[in-house]
């Protein structure tokens, strides 16, 4: 009984298929975690100006509770939801030292 290919074909196919898997990778001018969805981005920031009280752990809840899956540092990391809070950066007036010991 004769074989339909030759062995020598099947490994030919074979680093073929390999060589044309690796030669589709990834973008190498564009290295990284892909960068967030604009919408996401305005949703995260508009949630954050509408609800001041709120944290990034509530924000990231909501998110998935309207189905977005995001990760919890998307919400916390965003640059620009900082400048959108008034006081972002202080320190509470609570943390610092009582006035007896001001002096």
């Known amino acids: 009984m004769r074989p339909l290919v030759r062995p020598d074909t099947v490994l030919r196919w074979h680093r073929d298929?390999?060589?044309?898997?690796?030669?589709?990778?990834?973008?190498?001018?564009?290295?990284?975690?892909?960068?967030?969805?604009?919408?996401?981005?305005?949703?995260?920031?508009?949630?954050?100006?509408?609800?001041?009280?709120?944290?990034?752990?509530r924000i990231h809840g909501e998110l998935l509770v309207f189905g977005i899956k995001v990760a919890a540092s998307t919400v916390w990391e965003d640059p620009a939801r900082g400048r959108d809070r008034p006081g972002a950066g202080a320190r509470p007036r609570h943390l610092g030292r009582p006035p007896a010991f001001a002096g």
């Open 17 to 57: 298929l390999l060589a044309r898997r690796h030669a589709a990778g990834p973008d190498p001018s564009a290295p990284g975690r892909p960068r967030t969805v604009h919408s996401i981005r305005a949703l995260v920031l508009r949630l954050a100006r509408e609800n001041p009280s709120w944290g990034y752990r």
